[in-house]
T-cell receptor, first 114, second 114 residues
């Protein structure tokens, strides 16, 4: 079985400040890991993903995440927040192999203030 | 390719009525997934198809819910005798077997049961 824990349901940062959204996972097999962003009344947009290879993954809109196996973490960061980053962010895990469904965390709402 | 399409975008129905949603995946994707998302929560897996075969169903999928993918292309999700607790966003996603992490989500169908 696999699961995702996102620490902090709400995070507020000032524009220009560092964004750090935390994600820890549990998986019985090597995982694939994802971050998605969701704007109000819209579907999910992929920010970035880790499947294999380099553990530091760069995504769209200046976001990046690092897969740390020893810490079972996949935290999302952005050096400088922009007002347009305000949204809901979801971390997700899927198992390698044939079982490919995504299991999501409960989400973190990011607020960006002036 | 126009991505994953879901129809309708919004549906308001009276309690006890039946509703049906449609999902058109990316044409070359052979896997199709249904998720349900309630307010303030992450998407929860309901079921998935590989081609026309329904390979997994969540325990969340009660007997009132049924999904089909008759020709391995589009899929329908039907809810019979709707209840207020069925109010949620229903998301569809597709992927190609053997392409790790290649999920594409539709914009969802928001169901309101009154």
């Amino acid at each position: 079985a696999q699961s995702v824990t996102q620490l902090g349901s709400h995070v507020s940062v000032s524009e220009g400040a560092l964004v750090l959204l935390r994600c820890n996972y549990s998986s019985s097999v090597p995982p694939y890991l994802f971050w998605y962003v969701q704007y109000p009344n819209q579907g999910l947009q992929l920010l970035l993903k880790y499947t294999t290879g380099a553990t530091l993954v760069k995504g769209i809109n200046g976001f990046e995440a690092e897969f740390k196996k020893s810490e079972t973490s996949f935290h999302l960061t952005k050096p400088s927040a922009h007002m347009s980053d305000a949204a809901e962010y979801f971390c997700a895990v899927s198992e390698t192999g044939t079982a490919s469904k995504l299991t999501f965390g409960t989400g973190t709402r990011l607020q960006v203030t002036l | 390719d126009t991505g994953v399409s879901q129809d309708p975008r919004h549906k308001i129905t009276k309690r006890g009525q039946n509703v049906t949603f449609r999902c058109d995946p990316i044409s070359e994707h052979n896997r199709l997934y249904w998720y349900r998302q309630t307010l303030g929560q992450g998407p929860e897996f309901l079921t998935y198809f590989q081609n026309e075969a329904q390979l997994e169903k969540s325990r969340l999928l009660s007997d009132r819910f049924s999904a089909e993918r008759p020709k391995g292309s589009f899929s329908t999700l039907e809810i019979q005798r709707t209840e207020q607790g069925d109010s949620a966003m229903y998301l569809c996603a597709s992927s190609q077997q053997g392409a790790p992490g290649g999920y594409t989500f539709g914009s969802g169908t928001r169901l309101t049961v009154v």
